[in-house]
């Protein structure tokens, strides 16, 4: 069991490197999501598209993003202010599920802007109570939450989809698919830094889509 254990750990961080020497620095293909420099609207962009692009392409969802940027309401504090929430409909129906997206983004931006004032503080929340909290909301899954607290929020949590599991499946790496187990067996194995957490997921996508169709350049 150590011995497997052992292997796993190398096999990981071993892959991380791989992938890094082989597709280069992610953020030649996703230059807001893996910056180290983001600034405060940049992270709310991030955290809106990370719950638009459920269950969709990041294309459909980046087109929803255009629509809201087109009307000045790309940011939580308009989104929260907005008069009448059903013109959230028609602006995100790109992304699709526009009867359930606006009331999610709706929940997270209320949540943010009533119980923080901003993201900027909710940035200062310990990062499992931010998780919690996240998951709390109306349409935020483990996904969508520990997307946001990576890319909008820099915290140190690894994010399971499809593509990861893909590639577990392929590598051998785990028979278990389960998102806690994945998630626990990436955390453990990889340098608790938020840059190889970031760049890691990216890779992966990029691994499994191609470099063509893992473009995400945000509005």
């Not at 802007?113 to 929340?125: P, Q, T, V």
């Not at 919690?132 to 990576?150: F, V």
């Not at 278990?176 to 340098?191: A, C, G, H, M, S």
Request: with cysteine; proline share 4%; aromatic share 10%.
């Amino acid at each position: 069991m150590i011995e497997l254990a052992i292997y796993i750990m190398n096999s990981i961080y071993q892959l991380y490197l791989q992938l890094y020497e082989k597709h280069g620095d992610p953020k030649s293909l996703w230059p807001q999501w893996c910056t180290k420099k983001k600034t405060e609207s940049l992270r709310e962009i991030i955290a809106i598209g990370a719950i638009l692009t459920q269950r969709t392409s990041w294309h459909n969802a980046n087109f929803a993003l255009t629509n809201l940027k087109k009307k000045k309401l790309l940011s939580i504090k308009k989104i929260v202010e907005i008069d009448k929430p059903e013109k959230l409909k028609e602006l995100i129906r790109p992304a699709g599920f526009y009867q359930t997206k606006p009331k999610r983004i709706l929940a997270f931006s209320s949540f943010i802007i009533n119980e923080y004032g901003s993201l900027r503080k909710f940035m200062d929340e310990e990062l499992q109570i931010a998780r919690e909290k996240l998951l709390g909301l109306y349409g935020i899954g483990p996904e969508t939450a520990d997307t946001i607290l990576l890319y909008a929020l820099d915290k140190p949590t690894f994010v399971i989809d499809e593509y990861t599991r893909r590639l577990v499946k392929q590598k051998k790496l785990s028979d278990d698919l389960t998102y806690t187990f994945l998630k626990n067996l990436f955390e453990k194995n990889l340098p608790k830094d938020i840059t190889i957490f970031q760049n890691f997921h990216a890779l992966i996508i990029i691994e499994q889509k191609g470099r063509k169709g893992s473009i995400m350049e945000v509005v």
